[in-house]
């Protein structure tokens, strides 16, 4: 089989325009975008209440309140629209992770003039928090040092900073973001950027690794499933070859969950949380 090659898939989605629609197949201006965002939001607060902003059913009735900055990676971040969308009603800092140059501008420019009007960016303008955008891909990228490999660049920093906008680059992370994206791994690399990933967790046991990624059919006798798409040179794996290589990596599943409300005709999307 045909395995996912880096510089065909950055060719591939350089033709994309750098919109909504654009990172999402031409879905991008119905539902999606917000159903999306709210059942990733609802994931991560089933897993860690203490994020939730507001008070709700959701969020402990008694919470110690912390004085350390809650971090999120999202990798292959594309405009910026998990972390404007969904993380940044949560965390605190975000550093975002993506490798087409056309798309990674694309995010910096909504993330330093925000349009009020979609309530997304929160917290940037009065610096309550911030994103750290680096372009670089997810082949050679090291979570727990993200300027270590020479062909990753830090771009800028928007909204909180402490003194050095880069003291706390290797700080870690409490959650570890990955959506629509590791496909253009094969099953070696994406092993090895989870265990990268992992090692960058700043609490063993709290902190997380979230995989929300299409899915496809296992096979007709009940087997792992990899499909190739030639277009954008990327796998869609069944739910049993995520598991495999969640397993490959060493990670513990502790929730997985389908997307719901998604269009019709699209893969059947699952979040897994890892640990």
Not at 197 to 202: E, G, I
Not at 258 to 274: D, S
Request: glycine share 8%; with cysteine; proline share 6%.
């Amino acid at each position: 089989m045909p395995q996912p090659d880096l510089k065909e898939g950055i060719t591939y989605w350089e033709t994309q325009p750098a919109t909504y629609d654009g990172v999402l197949g031409g879905f991008g201006t119905g539902s999606l975008p917000r159903v999306d965002a709210l059942g990733s939001r609802l994931f991560l607060l089933s897993l860690l209440p203490e994020l939730s902003k507001v008070d709700s059913a959701l969020k402990p009735l008694k919470s110690e309140p912390s004085t350390r900055r809650v971090r999120a990676l999202d990798v292959g971040a594309g405009v910026g629209r998990v972390t404007a969308d969904a993380l940044l009603h949560l965390i605190d800092d975000v550093l975002l992770l993506e490798p087409v140059t056309a798309f990674i501008q694309e995010a910096l420019a909504r993330a330093r003039s925000p349009d009020p009007a979609l309530k997304n960016w929160r917290g940037l303008s009065d610096n309550l928090t911030s994103v750290t955008f680096v372009q670089g891909a997810l082949q050679n990228f090291d979570p727990a040092h993200p300027l270590s490999d020479p062909s990753v660049k830090l771009l800028d920093r928007i909204g909180y900073s402490p003194e050095s906008p880069t003291a706390d680059l290797e700080s870690g992370f409490d959650v570890v973001w990955c959506q629509w994206c590791l496909g253009h791994l094969n099953d070696e690399q994406l092993a090895a950027f989870l265990q990268r990933s992992y090692a960058a967790l700043r609490t063993l046991g709290r902190s997380l690794i979230v995989v929300k990624e299409n899915v496809c059919t296992n096979t007709i006798d009940g087997q792992p499933k990899l499909v190739f798409d030639e277009e954008d040179s990327s796998f869609t794996r069944s739910d049993l070859a995520w598991k495999r290589v969640f397993r490959q990596a060493g990670l513990k599943l502790v929730k997985e969950k389908t997307q719901e409300g998604l269009p019709e005709g699209l893969y059947e999307v699952k979040m897994y949380a890892l640990r």
